[in-house]
């Protein structure tokens, strides 16, 4: 079975300030790897993904994440965050073909100070 | 991108009591939802996958005949908590998959039993 590691439970981060959020997997298969974010008593939103190709992929608002296989890591970064970039964000893998069920990690809790 | 409804999004009820949500694809048919639970400050655990005209599979440790899962057509599963009691109460969110290669979460249910 796979399973997913957030290593950070809270990253606190000024505006304007990089921030890292790790993720790091377990699966003796292939993976596809996810981002996901969620604001305050609302359902998930997709933030990016990696299926195939570019290990580096990238979403309209800023942020990026980089697979690397050797790590086994998916880590999320963006260079400069916004206030409303406070959310949780977690990572998920999924197995096999791309939409089978997802395994969560333990999720971060990004607060954006101004 | 693909629209989720989950229906109602808060909902209090009485310890012994039933109570329904909805996961609706407004716009795509998905064959296969996904049912998970959130607890405070924590990542989400997945219940059971529906599928579209079957019995749905549940994980490990969710006891089936307490939340019962009803797949009754493409756009629409349902999922009862039934003799609901306080430990309960939870954060609960759907997802439901397009084509093979991507779920879009509703915005989920907060269940408080009382």
């Known amino acids: 079975a796979q399973s997913v590691t957030q290593l950070d439970s809270q990253v606190p981060v000024f505006e304007e300030a990089p921030v890292e959020l790790r993720c790091n997997y377990s699966?003796?298969?292939?993976?596809?790897l996810f981002w996901y974010v969620q604001y305050p008593n609302q359902g998930l939103q997709l933030l990016l993904k990696y299926l195939s190709g570019s290990t580096l992929v990238k979403s309209i608002n800023g942020f990026e994440a980089e697979f690397n296989k050797s790590q086994t890591s998916f880590h999320l970064r963006k260079p400069s965050v916004h206030i409303s970039d406070t959310a949780e964000y977690f990572c998920a893998v999924t197995i096999g073909a791309a939409g089978n069920k997802l395994t969560f990690g333990g999720g971060t809790r990004v607060l954006v100070k101004p | 991108g693909a629209v989720v409804s989950q229906h109602p999004s808060r909902v209090i009820c009485k310890s012994g009591t039933s109570v329904k949500i909805e996961c609706r694809s407004l716009d795509f048919q998905a064959t296969t939802m996904f049912w998970y639970r959130q607890f405070p400050k924590q990542s989400l655990m997945l219940m059971a996958t529906s599928n579209e005209g079957s019995k749905a599979t549940y994980e490990q440790g969710v006891e089936k005949d307490k939340f019962l899962i009803n797949h009754a057509s493409l756009t629409l599963s349902t999922l009862t908590v039934t003799s609901a009691h306080p430990e309960d109460s939870s954060f609960y969110i759907c997802?439901?998959?397009?084509?093979?290669?991507?779920?879009?979460f509703g915005q989920g249910t907060r269940l408080t039993v009382v």
């Open positions: 997802s439901a998959l397009t084509g093979n290669t991507e779920a879009f």
């Open positions: 699966s003796s298969v292939s993976v596809y």
